[in-house]
RNA sequence: GGUGGCAUAGCUCAGCUGGAUAGAGCACCUGCCUUCUAAGCAGGCGGUCCUAGGUUCGAAUCCUAGUGCCAUCACCA
């Protein structure tokens, strides 16, 4: 039972003893490090069934709890907050109990509650760029962090294999690309992919300026584009299965694939299960026929299906298109039921993408509920703001992105530089060193994007490069490697690392404030869980590293000649490194044993 | 225009279900490496929490209205 849970009860008791009045909650709270104390109790919300003096309140109720609960060893009242001190005893017990335990703060896997979590889900026209990253950094921290919380996690993702937009970098490759290849001309294949993308907005805007310039309206001109119809053309044929467009474009969707694989090797991101549009576009339509049969939906004179969502507040939405062809909508209902049919175990999903989308969303789930699915009910979509840069919104056809492996390159040879400049590891071998650079340029990387709360838009300025001092994943993982080095120290020393702490111990102050971080590690991973906000658990590891850092510099660990301070110390540092480590497992982000 | 999101220090961000004098980092200024890694620590400077009302013992937090920025409202995805 926590320490919360029974002094609840005895300020309910004390409450109904002394004043003769029932509460319902009591409100508890950190003392602030400006008074004296652990704990604080809140009088007011009490005043609404004990009349009185908030002070006078605080004052019988801190005498009654002083007597009536052990571990409460003292008492003071400010304004109406009763600040309670709890006595070491009750920590190092704490301590002793969580020194030893290999997961801490993890919940064991309760199967009967999955979940399947969507992220990534790219366009195969084009190469990852640093929205790609915020999505897939979100969406794979989200899933690890819903693992640690007790649910079995399936991780997924939809790629955009099929469409107009696909259609387009294939045009452009057949005509400009002179069979040019990732093997013949070295480059990787969703970058070379990417060019075609680019090379055919280049050209579909000349051709425009050509039809404009003859005297064609604009509009007409930009419908009427010759590259534009050949795409349009191209499109129908592989929607018909021609022979030579499906060759062509499982060629180039191979060579995307490859240079995805490469990026999200080096991001550290991973799938249990890929699903491809291709593959699902043409389900969602039995589901639509379906739902039509049972009224949830209606036809229109032209033969289009629409659902009326105007009693929900929001629009009527097509479904299925005039000549039966699927929509974005009618896929996404198709895919949602194919997953259910292969994981019958899913009791939900989460959805990773970004906010512009958040309207498609909440139809998407209104119809699935409308439908009438039992899931639908746990439906969630992850939604986050936008990566922008200075000039504005990223855009791939217009080539105005940070590039993901660009950025993930640049984050490395930085961590490089700074390390050679610093020149603490002439131990280690060029590959060590390399691995480092790498994990330490992936720390600043995910942890600048991953602190942010999701829902803020995120403003990158390519100019001013993501720091590695101060509030960043590099100093959490320096003080890591520092922990490691006195670990190992110790270690060499002799110092018994399971000797339990007498509970007749005297903490230091920092020693207390430590063991109070340690014990908010769990909570915070389930609150993480519940908002789906791996920027609380990176700010927690954050203020956890704070106070080690603060501790570290106030006392001294192996030069303690107390020898069960000096234990106490070394487990200290060790429990703290572990949940620095295991915290930063669920952001994705890596740490070394020196830097 | 309708709908949704955001607005906190010069900059980037915290601030859990309303609680005590609004916190960090960067930048700028002071100190601290012959003692466990200075990518660190200690301190200083810096705030009309967008504005105006309201609810409350108490509002950065909740409600209403307004302002600004972003997104969305296609037989695009």
Known sequence: MSIQTVLEAKVKEAILSIFGAELTSVEFQPTRKDFEGDVTVVVFPMLRVVKGNPVQIGEQLGAFLKDAVDEVS??????????????????????????????????????????????????????????????????????????????????TQIINDRGIHICKSMVAWQRFGNDKTPENTGLKGDKLVGNYYVAFDKAYKVEIAKLVADGVDEKIAAKEAPILKEAQEMLIKWEAGDAEVTSLWKRMNA???????????????????????????????????????????????????????????????????????????????????????????????????????????????????????????????????????????????????????????????????????????????????????????????????????????????????????????????????????????????????????????KL???????????????????LAATNFSPALLANYVYDLVKEFNSFYQQVSILGETDEQKKALRVQLSQKVSEVIESGFKLLGINVPERM
């Open 255 to 505: 060579w995307v694939y490859e240079g995805f694989a490469i990026t999200y090797k080096n991001m550290g991101v991973n799938f249990d299960k890929l699903y491809y549009e291709s593959d699902t576009y043409l389900l969602g339509k039995d589901v639509v026929a379906d739902g039509l049969r049972k009224g949830v939906f209606f036809k229109k004179e032209d033969g289009s299906v629409w659902i009326d969502l105007t009693d929900e507040g929001l629009d009527e939405k097509i479904v299925l298109r005039s000549d039966g062809t699927a929509v974005y909508m009618t896929q996404d209902i198709g895919t949602a039921i194919q997953r259910v049919n292969d994981y019958p175990d899913i009791k939900g999903m989460v959805y990773t993408v970004g906010n512009e989308q958040d309207y498609h969303f909440k139809v998407l789930f209104l119809i699935l509920k409308k439908l009438g699915f039992s899931w639908a009910e746990h439906l969630h979509h992850l939604s986050y703001g936008m990566v922008d840069l200075p000039s504005g919104k990223m855009k791939s056809r217009e080539g105005t992105v940070v590039d993901a492996d660009d950025l993930m390159n640049d984050m490395t040879t930085t961590a490089r530089e700074l390390s050679e400049e610093l020149g603490k590891l002439e131990e280690y071998s060029h590959e060590e060193k390399q691995e480092l650079y790498k994990m330490v340029g992936m720390g600043a990387l995910k942890y600048y994007i991953l602190k942010v709360d999701p829902k803020k838009r995120i403003l990158f300025n390519p100019e001013e490069s993501v720091d590695f001092q101060g509030n960043t994943g590099p100093f959490i993982q320096y003080t890591y490697a520092r922990i490691q080095s006195i670990l190992r120290k110790a270690n060499n020393a002799g110092v018994v690392l399971s000797r339990t702490i007498e509970t007749s111990f």
């Open 508 to 526: 230091h102050e920092k020693e207390k404030e430590l063991i109070k971080q340690l014990q908010l590690f769990p909570e915070t991973i389930q």
């Open 74 to 155: 003292d008492f003071n009242v400010v304004k109406g907050f009763l600040n309670l001190v709890l006595r070491d005893a009750f920590y190092v017990g704490f301590f002793n109990g969580i020194k030893e335990a290999s997961n801490y703060g993890f919940v064991e896997e309760r199967t009967a509650d999955a979940v399947m979590v969507e992220y990534s889900s790219p366009n195969t026209n084009k190469p990852l760029h640093l929205g790609h990253i915020r999505n897939n950094l979100l969406g794979y921290s989200v899933a690890e962090i819903l693992k640690a919380s007790g649910k079995k996690v399936y991780k």
